[in-house]
């Protein structure tokens, strides 16, 4: 049996220009996410996301991905100011690379491993 309380959760405030609130993303199970006006209304909604994701993958026969089992895909997605998105996407053309190699680039500069 699945239970939504053996998943990790991340919480993430949504911006106002994104309609406020909070979005809760499962990261053991890509895609399944929820949002609400507040906290206790987003995690309502993540509990009912997490009841359909599972539903679907049982109808589907699909694998469902263990507890603990993601959260490393390698993909974030982060907002910056407009001017610094500027700023990065004019550097990326100038060096001839896409936004995303630029950025990748800048921080593996800046994180000594």
Not at 33 to 58: P, T, Y
Not at 70 to 76: K, L, N
Request: charged letters at 25%; hydrophobic letters at 40%.
């Amino acid at each position: 049996m699945h239970k939504f309380e053996d998943y990790k959760i991340e919480i993430t405030p949504l911006a106002k220009d994104d309609g406020g609130g909070f979005l809760v993303t499962f990261p053991d199970l890509p895609g399944c996410m929820a949002d609400g006006e507040n906290l206790e209304k987003a995690i309502v909604e993540a509990k009912g996301a997490f009841s359909c994701w599972i539903k679907a993958c049982l109808e589907w026969e699909k694998d469902i991905p263990a507890p603990g089992s993601g959260g490393t895909s390698g993909r974030f997605v982060t907002r910056v100011p407009k001017s610094l998105h500027a700023k990065l996407a004019a550097r990326a053309k100038q060096e001839g690379v896409s936004l995303n190699t630029l950025v990748v680039a800048k921080l593996a500069e800046g994180i000594s491993i």
